[in-house]
């Protein structure tokens, strides 16, 4: 398996940008698919966005799409989330997850997960 940190959260105003980082360690990192998901309290974890492994599929939640763009560099097992524009019900915390195999934009279909990263949008 392969372990996730994420990084890159914090404060930002309302229509300001952040960059989100996940970082893995372990096993091969190019061989597995990453989302990015995100959960407010009291909420259900909610699909971000999720890029495969050879870059080649790339999924967006629609309340998302436009804004923000996922990608990654396999040579430094990092995969990255931009957002832009960001809105204050996008307060979250956010968490990146890895799969063997395709990408998925299912909370169910991926084994792990990182610890989450905080992002507050000030109105």
């Known amino acids: 398996q392969v372990q996730l940190v994420e990084s890159g959260g914090g404060l930002v105003q309302a229509g300001g940008s952040l960059r989100l980082s996940c970082a893995a360690s372990g096993r091969t990192f190019s061989n597995y698919s990453v989302g990015w998901f995100r959960q407010a309290p009291g909420k259900e974890r909610d699909f971000v966005a999720a890029i495969g492994w050879s870059a080649g599929n790339i999924y967006y939640a629609d309340s998302v799409k436009g804004r923000s763009t996922i990608s990654r560099d396999n040579s430094k097992n990092t995969v990255y989330l931009q957002m832009n524009s960001l809105k204050p019900e996008e307060t979250a915390v956010y968490y990146c997850?890895?799969?063997?195999?395709?990408?998925?934009?299912?909370?169910?279909?991926?084994?792990?997960w990182g610890q989450g990263t905080q992002v507050i949008v000030s109105s």
């Open positions: 997850a890895a799969r063997p195999g395709v990408a998925s934009i299912l909370v169910y279909r991926y084994d792990t």
